[in-house]
Protein backbone atom coordinates (compact mmCIF):
# COMPACT_ATOMS: atom_id res chain seq x y z
CA UNK A 1 0.00 0.00 0.00
CA UNK A 2 1.74 3.43 -1.24
CA UNK A 3 1.44 6.71 0.85
CA UNK A 4 -1.00 8.17 -1.49
CA UNK A 5 -3.60 5.96 -1.11
CA UNK A 6 -3.16 5.88 2.18
CA UNK A 7 -3.49 9.90 2.40
CA UNK A 8 -7.02 9.19 0.74
CA UNK A 9 -8.70 7.12 3.52
CA UNK A 10 -10.83 8.71 6.52
CA UNK A 11 -10.10 8.59 9.84
CA UNK A 12 -12.35 5.51 10.15
CA UNK A 13 -10.99 3.73 7.30
CA UNK A 14 -7.30 3.91 8.34
CA UNK A 15 -8.62 2.53 12.00
CA UNK A 16 -10.24 -0.34 10.11
CA UNK A 17 -7.82 -1.18 7.71
CA UNK A 18 -4.91 -0.44 10.43
CA UNK A 19 -6.97 -3.31 12.58
CA UNK A 20 -6.91 -5.41 9.73
CA UNK A 21 -3.48 -5.05 9.10
CA UNK A 22 -2.57 -6.02 12.77
CA UNK A 23 -4.78 -9.31 12.47
CA UNK A 24 -3.19 -10.16 9.16
CA UNK A 25 -0.02 -9.63 10.96
CA UNK A 26 -0.68 -11.88 14.03
CA UNK A 27 -2.04 -15.02 11.66
CA UNK A 28 1.08 -15.03 9.78
CA UNK A 29 3.60 -14.76 13.05
CA UNK A 30 1.55 -17.56 13.99
CA UNK A 31 2.17 -19.78 10.55
CA UNK A 32 5.82 -18.59 11.12
CA UNK A 33 6.12 -19.76 14.27
CA UNK A 34 4.35 -23.66 12.99
CA UNK A 35 7.38 -23.18 10.24
CA UNK A 36 4.24 -22.92 7.69
CA UNK A 37 4.64 -19.67 6.45
CA UNK A 38 5.23 -19.22 2.98
CA UNK A 39 5.85 -15.40 2.04
CA UNK A 40 8.36 -14.20 4.67
CA UNK A 41 9.00 -10.71 2.97
CA UNK A 42 4.96 -10.63 3.73
CA UNK A 43 5.45 -9.60 7.27
CA UNK A 44 7.89 -6.74 6.30
CA UNK A 45 5.54 -5.35 3.90
CA UNK A 46 2.54 -5.40 6.29
CA UNK A 47 4.68 -3.97 9.35
CA UNK A 48 5.70 -1.08 6.75
CA UNK A 49 2.12 -0.65 5.88
CA UNK A 50 0.72 0.01 9.68
CA UNK A 51 3.70 2.26 10.41
CA UNK A 52 2.62 4.56 7.02
CA UNK A 53 -1.26 4.44 8.58
CA UNK A 54 0.20 4.85 12.26
CA UNK A 55 2.13 8.05 10.98
CA UNK A 56 -1.00 9.12 8.67
CA UNK A 57 -3.44 8.83 11.84
CA UNK A 58 -1.30 10.56 13.94
CA UNK A 59 -1.37 13.34 11.04
CA UNK A 60 -4.76 13.75 11.61
CA UNK A 61 -5.09 13.88 15.19
CA UNK A 62 -2.62 16.57 15.37
CA UNK A 63 -4.22 18.40 12.33
CA UNK A 64 -7.86 18.62 14.01
CA UNK A 65 -6.04 19.24 17.29
Known sequence: MKMSEIQDL?????????????QEMFNLRLQQ????????SR???L???????????SA???KSA
Open 43 to 45: LRT
Open 10 to 22: TLVELNAKGRDLR
Open 60 to 62: LRN
Open 47 to 57: RKDIARIETRL
Open 33 to 40: ASSQLEKP
